[in-house]
């Protein structure tokens, strides 16, 4: 059975920085593009930063120069990098398989002003 599990999520100052991963076990990760979203309350879940099978990468405005997503094929693994943190981003951020439409069960980040 496929398993998003995602960790590293906390609570950081304003202008800080955190690093979240996600490990991805029963899927063929190296075929599968993956995603990162983020859930803040009372709002939609949105689109933050996708990774190709290839590596190729895309942002959200809001957080372009600011986050970075990579993956380690060998590790089964997405991280998201993310520097310069504001209270915006306090979010629940959520690993996503497009491949399979499968969600992780969230990692809480929240940034302190």
């Known amino acids: 059975q496929v398993q998003l599990v995602e960790s590293g999520g906390g609570l950081v100052q304003h202008g800080g920085s955190l690093s979240i991963s996600c490990v991805a076990s029963?899927?063929?990760?190296?075929?599968?593009?993956m995603g990162w979203h983020r859930q803040a309350l009372g709002k939609q879940r949105e689109m933050v930063a996708t990774?190709?099978?290839?590596?190729?990468?895309n942002y959200a405005d809001s957080v372009k120069g600011r986050f970075a997503i990579s993956r380690d094929y060998a590790k089964n693994t997405v991280y998201l990098q993310m520097n310069s943190l504001n209270p915006e981003d306090t979010a629940v951020y959520y690993c996503?398989?497009?491949?399979?439409?499968?969600w992780g069960q969230g990692t809480q980040v929240t940034v302190s002003s």
């Open positions: 029963g899927s063929i990760f190296s075929s599968n593009d």
């Open positions: 996503y398989d497009y491949e399979l439409g499968r």
């Open positions: 990774i190709s099978s290839g590596g190729r990468t």
